[in-house]
């Protein structure tokens, strides 16, 4: 069952080595030193109960001892929103296998010439799984091969504060890589490491950024610049995800004041660049899928990998969602998890498509709406599941609709909203834009179940604003614009489907977003901009251009001042 996480920790725990004197192995002059200045700053600043911290410095630091500190935590010790820190100084030993290298670090009693005294790194990362803790950082002084780091946020990625404390997360950051040797003097701090001596000072406030935040993204870029570049050193830091994709929050003072500002607030945070010359590795369905629309020629395999990836997503919808059973709050946010999930890869497709696209794909898009839409032929089952089948096309025109937004590119949006889809269960072609947000207008309350969003005026549209960032963002470096850009998505998904709504004789209505109780609040609301905005165009205006309220600035001006008559009626108290 997926675990819904608190935008907070409730509780923190910590395994410190440092080993200096090795029965076995060469010595080692710093490590204990950086040991016990991590656990130090880990109690005095970061607010981690001083009993839950574990310090284990030379004699103490036994295989058996690290093993048995490290295993207490998937017997129970932990809770769901609880952080973990790990960090470890001292010897660090890479073998070559046969699928590559294996990492190692070297206990007090690890003896060189026998491996099974050493304690193998993935078998630390293995276990971390079994922690109900949803954020762990290992940080290790030593140098190691073999580290599976699959994922790492692009220098420049904005995140929100909130959401990065509620997404699972498992992070390390290592002094060096297999082949080099790490310093264990001559660090910006006397009696440390290099590495260790750049990490105390980025956890002393020289990662911190202009609100107070420190991350461990922004520990690590700054470790990793610093080390790389320091004159006395001859090692680069590795850095990087194992698993999930959250950020371990060290301090966090900014969310003591967006508490007090309301439950719509939030704090949207920048990662700290990295200069390393890397080129990020992207997902590579999405650049197949920017390799294809950069040449026209490409078109029919654009063609085959939307049908691939859409024959995929279908299978997994119809054999991971049985349509029966109660409904219960847990079940509902476990099945949003779970359609999150599987349309990914979609939702991303049909972003780049229609930011990146020309008119010579929109039978694309057009053809995943539909083909989406296919899964709502199942008649029987509890209602509330029944509808939320419509869920992966809500997603789908949420992502696409911010790329063509982002691009200004109002024909993918338009081939979005107004593609003709069947809704078997209610015997009729609609546009997909009406019958989706029918089907889910229903499901509006459940979303209030979803911890954090109680309180929420809308709480599915500040649901998908945070859930949706992330890959929004890795996609098209939106930055601070996201917020504004997925705003004006909303307001014309409203005005789109009162348009529609009103075209079928039921007047004029359309899906409150976010905007809607900025438009009682704000004086340059993101409503009166937009609509500022049509009138200045008019009949030149992009989403006319491209077909939307038929292509009449008139037909746009009688549904957008009847619906602002309407929103202006809320009241949101």
Not at 219 to 248: A, I, L, R, W
Not at 364 to 378: E, F, P, Q
Not at 453 to 467: A, G, I, Q, T, W
Request: hydrophobic share 40%; proline share 3%; aromatic share 12%.
């Amino acid at each position: 069952m997926s675990t819904v996480y608190q935008p907070t920790y409730s509780n923190s725990w910590a395994i410190v080595i440092g080993i200096n004197k090795y029965q076995n192995v060469s010595p080692l002059g710093f490590a204990c030193n950086d040991a016990q200045a991590v656990a130090s700053l880990l109690v005095e600043e970061f607010d981690f109960p001083a009993d839950n911290v574990v310090l284990l410095l030379d004699e103490n630091a036994t295989k058996a001892n690290i093993l048995r500190e490290f295993m207490k935590h998937a017997n129970g010790y932990t809770a769901a929103d609880d952080r973990i820190f790990v960090f470890y100084a001292g010897h660090g030993h890479t073998i070559r296998g046969k699928r590559g290298e294996i990492g190692y670090l070297i206990p007090v009693d690890g003896e060189i010439d026998d491996i099974s005294s050493f304690i193998r790194w993935d078998e630390l990362t293995r276990n971390s799984e079994l922690f109900q803790a949803k954020h762990a950082l290992f940080i290790m002084d030593a140098c190691y091969g073999g580290l599976a780091i699959t994922r790492s946020l692009q220098p420049g990625s904005t995140r929100f504060l909130k959401d990065m404390l509620r997404r699972y997360t498992r992070q390390v950051l290592t002094a060096g890589k297999a082949d080099e040797v790490v310093a264990d003097a001559g660090g910006p701090i006397p009696g440390h490491s290099i590495f260790t001596g750049h990490l105390i000072e980025a956890l002393r406030g020289k990662a911190t950024q202009q609100d107070g935040t420190i991350t461990a993204n922004g520990v690590m870029s700054y470790v990793y610049e610093k080390v790389s570049k320091d004159q006395y050193s001859n090692q680069t830091p590795h850095f990087g995800y194992f698993d999930g994709d959250g950020d371990f929050i060290f301090k966090a003072p900014i969310l003591t004041a967006v508490d007090a500002g309301g439950a719509e607030a939030d704090q949207m945070i920048v990662v700290q660049p990295v200069y390393s010359g890397r080129q990020h590795d992207e997902d590579k369905m999405i650049d197949e899928v920017k390799e294809y629309l950069s040449e026209e020629r490409c078109y029919i395999k654009l063609d085959d990998l939307v049908n691939r990836e859409l024959r995929h997503a279908v299978g997994l919808y119809n054999n991971e969602f049985e349509m029966q059973g109660r409904f219960s709050n847990e079940e509902f946010v476990e099945r949003l998890k779970k359609y999150e999930n599987i349309t990914e890869n979609i939702a991303g497709m049909v972003a780049a498509v229609s930011y990146w696209g020309t008119s010579r794909y929109v039978p694309c898009l057009r053809k995943t709406i539909s083909r989406l839409a296919d899964l709502n032929g199942v008649n029987g089952g509890l209602v509330v599941w029944l509808h939320l089948r419509w869920y992966p096309i809500l997603l789908s025109m949420y992502a696409g609709g911010i790329g063509a937004i982002a691009s200004q590119n109002y024909e993918m949006l338009a081939a979005l909203f107004l593609t003709k889809v069947t809704n078997e269960r209610r015997s009729r072609d609609q546009a997909a834009l009406l019958a989706t947000i029918s089907e889910l207008t229903d499901l509006n309350d459940a979303f209030k179940t979803i911890p954090g969003h109680e309180r929420n005026y809308v709480p599915r549209s500040e649901y998908l604003f945070k859930m949706l960032q992330p890959q929004m963002d890795d996609l098209f470096f939106l930055g601070k614009s996201y917020e504004g850009i997925f705003d004006k998505y909303e307001i014309l998904q409203a005005l789109v489907y009162a348009d529609l709504y009103d075209t079928q004789g039921y007047g004029i209505w359309g899906p409150p977003g976010r905007f809607a109780w900025k438009h009682n609040s704000y004086g340059d609301s993101p409503l009166k901009l937009l609509l500022a905005e049509a009138e200045a165009q008019k009949e030149e205006w992009p989403p006319l251009k491209a077909g939307l309220f038929r292509g009449s600035y008139d037909r746009f001006k009688h549904i957008a001042d009847e619906y602002v008559s309407i929103v202006s009626k809320f009241h949101w108290n």
